[in-house]
């Protein structure tokens, strides 16, 4: 199986704050990367996907990069609604895995 | 817009088969999408069990794959989780999500609400 390691798994920012996730792959995924927003209590929201394509309708805040085996997640200016936990998965290969999460959270 | 619905009961005893459908809205189960279903147990992380294409090809989860059965039914534009032998670590939101093609992969671009199984 593929593990996705994300750093960090906690973070604490402020509105405004330009902040970066990593998603790390134990072996190559080419760019067969997604990268999800989930809020308390909410379904899962993809918000890139192919590493860096921003899905319709997501924020151009958003912004997604890497290849290989080390991809990230960075929002240039974090907003209220943010404040969330974010997921990565592959889809390179079977079992489809996700990372640990990321939880944002206000400073 | 496309909506998918679980069902099923909240409840399952240890031992038992946890079933689920996943009602589909405004796409046809018939259409190139894989329909999956993934689960998050109380405070963790995401989980995919497996998926399941209009011809019927599967794909499971290893971790899973000796307990999970995914179906479809057509005629009701649906498709079905069976979890065979739960156990407490079972207890999870079950999450049934599309997963459609972007480019040369398919990514999860709808998710249903979600329904929680308490084993």
């Known amino acids: 199986d593929i593990q996705l390691t994300q750093s960090p798994s906690f973070l604490s920012a402020s509105v405004g704050d330009r902040v970066t996730i990593t998603c790390r792959a134990s072996?190559?995924?080419?760019?067969?990367l997604a990268w999800y927003q989930q809020k308390p209590g909410k379904v899962p929201n993809l918000l890139i996907y192919?590493?860096?394509t921003l899905q319709s309708g997501v924020p151009s805040r958003f912004s997604g990069s890497g290849s290989g085996t080390e991809f990230t997640l960075t929002i240039s200016s974090l907003q209220p609604e943010d404040f969330a936990t974010y997921y990565c998965?592959?889809?390179?290969?079977?079992?489809?895995?996700f990372g640990g999460g990321t939880k944002v959270e206000i400073k | 817009q496309v909506q998918l619905q679980e069902s099923g009961p909240g409840l399952v005893k240890p031992s038992g088969t946890l079933s689920l459908a996943c009602v589909v809205s405004?796409?046809?189960?018939?259409?190139?999408?894989?329909w999956n279903w993934i689960r998050q147990p109380p405070g963790k992380g995401l989980e995919w069990i497996g998926e399941?294409?209009?011809?019927?090809?599967?794909n499971y989860n290893p971790s899973l794959k000796s307990r999970v059965t995914i179906s479809l039914d057509q005629s009701k534009n649906q498709f079905s989780l069976k979890l065979s032998s739960v156990t407490a670590a079972d207890t999870a939101i079950y999450y049934c999500?599309?997963?459609?093609?972007?480019?040369?992969?398919?990514?999860?671009?709808?998710w249903g609400k979600g329904t929680t199984v308490t084993v």
């Open positions: 192919a590493a860096s």
């Open positions: 072996q190559g995924i080419s760019s067969y």
């Open positions: 998965q592959q889809l390179s290969s079977y079992p489809l895995t």
């Open positions: 999500a599309r997963r459609a093609p972007r480019g040369s992969a398919y990514y999860m671009d709808v």
């Open positions: 399941i294409y209009h011809s019927g090809s599967t």
């Open positions: 405004g796409d046809s189960i018939s259409s190139n999408h894989w």
